[in-house]
């Protein structure tokens, strides 16, 4: 628990300059909280624990990490220096015997305290969530005693991925991010016990599950946190027998790395390991990643480029896939050629693009579609114009569907605009303001 500790800290310290907009080295974390700079770096690689509850909310405040840390802290004092894995284990062990002993055998000493203090972790302060308020840790230690708890058939784990894909292109990520995890732990204890015929499909559906959650934590603006579940998912992806969803995974990856501070170099190179694992296969994923690849020539300048793998993203379009697979939707084509279109295409174009698109998105790429207009209303010499459309499309969201995605794109309508001009737009008040809002997390 030390060292998830630590890398929470060095997390938030990472991220501190994309969520307040100034950066946050080690010597001023040291000024705030009174530690030294040494101190800090042993916190956070999990050598040392701070000493009080009072430092935490210290180090909590000039963060600004929103009481994460303060929430966690009191696991962290019971658990201390057990690695998670440990606790897994010991967990798994006290299982075993509730269920080889019956309900009626009671854990004793340290395996009871471990075992509900691992799930308090796990289910509760880790995903940073109310879980306890629906009774997840009863509804899965009741399926520990039925002895049903490790029950999903691969259709029914296919069923819970559909499920959960539909929620985030639907839901507010804040809303979804808790049953996402939860069944994330619940693939995972499934592994744990899963054959090695079984082991297969089970890698699958922990890729798919692992991509949905880069997604969501992409949308939440937790680049550093989605990034590594993006490397879990590949790997769950490599270690299955499926071709198709490793290129599925690296190709989404692609995709939602244009909305972080990802360099478009290693967008474009992901993007090319994708086409190249899938070769001469049509999938999904082979078109989301010459989506990535168009949408990313298209912002750093690469009219022509941008134009001919658009070209190639409509053959390939047109050509036989599987257009339920991973919840394949073809207005993903659409909302391609309208992003391209945008920056360097024609108004028809666009336009037509945008249309196609806006009927079958989900509430984010609606939203950003619109915000593409904005996009090409300012590049066409119209600034004023595109800042009041994007501030007009921020500020009729609802706040808890309002993303770090959404906020994305709004800021590159302002990169369209001159410096030398930007002080002399009406709409620049009201734009800056509509960006300030508040984005649930």
Not at 155 to 163: I, M, N, S, Y
């Amino acid at each position: 628990m030390a060292h998830y500790f630590g890398a929470l800290i060095r997390d938030l310290r990472d991220s501190y300059e994309l969520r307040v907009g100034e950066p946050l080295t080690v010597a001023q974390l040291s000024i705030r909280t009174g530690y030294s700079p040494s101190m800090l770096g042993a916190i956070e690689r999990g050598e040392s624990l701070p000493e009080s509850g009072l430092r935490v909310q210290s180090i909590d405040d000039a963060l600004h990490a929103d009481g994460q840390l303060k929430t966690l802290w009191p696991v962290v004092q019971r658990l201390g220096h057990c690695p998670i894995d440990d606790l897994a284990s010991t967990t798994n062990r006290a299982t075993e015997s509730y269920r080889e002993n019956g309900s009626s055998t009671l854990l004793h000493g340290d395996d009871m305290e471990r075992r509900h203090l691992f799930q308090l972790a796990t289910l509760g302060l880790l995903a940073q969530a109310p879980i306890f308020g629906a009774g997840e840790p009863i509804r899965q230690l009741l399926e520990q005693s039925l002895q049903t708890s490790e029950g999903h058939t691969i259709d029914d784990w296919e069923a819970v991925c559909a499920h959960h894909l539909y929620a985030v292109n639907n839901q507010p990520p804040a809303k979804v991010r808790d049953d996402l995890l939860v069944d994330l732990l619940a693939v995972q204890r499934s592994l744990a016990n899963a054959t090695p015929a079984q082991a297969g499909e089970l890698h699958r559906i922990t890729a798919w599950l692992s991509c949905l959650q880069g997604n969501l934590l992409t949308r939440l603006g937790e680049y550093g946190a989605a990034r590594r579940w993006w490397t879990t998912a590949r790997h769950a992806a490599d270690a299955s027998p499926d071709r198709d969803m490793q290129v599925w995974v690296r190709g989404s990856e692609a995709v939602f790395g244009l909305y972080t501070p990802r360099a478009t170099e290693s967008i474009l190179l992901l993007s090319r390991k994708a086409q190249q694992l899938a070769g001469e296969r049509v999938t999904p994923g082979l078109i989301g990643a010459v989506c990535a690849e168009a949408q990313a020539l298209a912002v750093s300048g690469h009219r022509e480029k941008a134009l001919e793998r658009l070209n190639r993203l409509h053959e390939l379009a047109g050509r036989s896939v599987n257009r339920q697979e991973f919840g394949w939707n073809p207005g993903s084509m659409w909302f391609t050629t309208s992003w391209v279109h945008s920056f360097s295409g024609t108004s028809e174009a666009a336009r037509e693009a945008r249309d196609r698109a806006a009927s079958s998105m989900g509430y984010q790429d609606q939203a950003n579609v619109r915000l593409h207009e904005a996009i090409h209303l300012s590049n066409e010499g119209g600034h004023n114009e595109g800042l009041q459309l994007a501030a007009q499309v921020i500020a009729t969201l609802e706040p808890t569907y309002l993303t770090h995605m959404i906020l994305h794109t709004a800021r590159m309508v302002l990169d369209t605009v001159p410096i030398e001009k930007r002080a002399d737009l009406p709409a620049l008040g009201d734009y800056r303001s509509a960006l300030d809002a508040p984005v649930p997390n």
